[in-house]
């Protein structure tokens, strides 16, 4: 069964402490997504990746950083730069080329302890 | 670069009557338009999408329609039923882009 899976689905973070989002995807797309949703908004993109070993800053990557070692992972770490990290967060894949959609994971809930 | 508007911000119709959400986009280059659903707790989920070439596509109780020359395009929901309540987004995208532009989306209410 292809899809994206996002863990942990609930994360706490203590001040001035990084912490690591995993995103799996195993429908082989070449691209990926991180965005960052807030309570009753939209999604915001924080970095994107076309391909392996290669990404791209989104709109609100500040505080954030990303690495793509594999073609199937696309972890977000969520530093103690970012003063306001409490969000709904969700990863994304695609096709690169082409008029193709994105496919959603269910997201990780970071709040602040 | 390209912008979404997407509105209502909210909507809340009787079960049984239909629901319309309207986008409009600005860079006349995008070709692709999917719409996404969001349950609480969950990801988008894509519900249907039209490419430019048509101006309408239609899966049982959902349609698309798109206006290439006005820049909008809309998603019709008939005869609504209580799982239709969620958070619906539109987006837009050209085939050069790598990224998908996303509208601020609609939470849809359902009133038993």
Same mark, same amino acid.
């Given at each position: =069964?292809?899809? *994206? @899976?996002?863990?942990? &689905? ?8 990084? +912490? ?5 995807? /195993?429908?082989?797309? =070449? ?6 949703? =807030? ?6 993109? *924080? ?22 070692? &594999?073609?199937?992972? !696309?972890?977000?770490?969520? @530093? ?5 990290? @409490? ?12 008029n193709?959609?994105?496919? !959603?994971? =269910?997201? @990780?809930?970071? %709040?602040?302890? | 670069?390209? /912008? +979404? ?7 809340? +119709?009787?079960?049984?009557? %239909?629901? +319309? $959400?309207?986008?409009?986009y %600005?860079d006349s280059a995008s070709n692709y338009f ?15 999408d039209i490419r430019s070439n048509v101006g309408e596509k ?6 698309v329609?798109l206006n290439k020359t006005?820049k909008?395009f809309?998603?019709? $929901? ?6 239709? %309540? ?6 837009a995208r050209h085939s050069?882009?790598? &990224? $998908? ?12």
């Amino acid at each position: =069964d292809g899809g *994206i @899976t996002q863990s942990p &689905k609930y994360l706490f973070r203590k001040e001035g402490q990084n +912490v690591t989002l995993s995103c799996e995807q /195993n429908l082989n797309h =070449d691209a990926m997504y991180w965005y960052r949703q =807030d309570p009753g908004q939209g999604l915001r993109l *924080i970095y994107y990746s076309q391909i392996v070993n290669d990404f791209q800053k989104g709109d609100i990557a500040e505080g954030y950083s990303v690495s793509r070692e &594999k073609k199937e992972s !696309f972890p977000l770490t969520v @530093t103690s730069a970012q003063k306001n990290p @409490t969000a709904f967060y969700l990863c994304a894949s695609s096709v690169e080329s082409g008029n193709q959609p994105q496919h !959603f994971g =269910d997201g @990780t809930r970071l %709040s602040i302890l | 670069g390209e /912008n +979404v508007e997407q509105h209502p911000s909210t909507l809340s +119709v009787q079960e049984g009557d %239909s629901a +319309v $959400i309207k986008c409009t986009y %600005s860079d006349s280059a995008s070709n692709y338009f999917p719409w996404y659903k969001q349950e609480l707790g969950k990801g988008p989920q894509l519900i249907i999408d039209i490419r430019s070439n048509v101006g309408e596509k239609k899966d049982q109780r959902i349609a698309v329609t798109l206006n290439k020359t006005a820049k909008h395009f809309s998603l019709h $929901i008939t005869e609504t039923q209580p799982e239709d %309540s969620a958070v619906y987004f539109c987006a837009a995208r050209h085939s050069s882009a790598s &990224k $998908i532009i996303f509208g601020s989306g609609t939470r849809l209410s359902i009133r038993p």
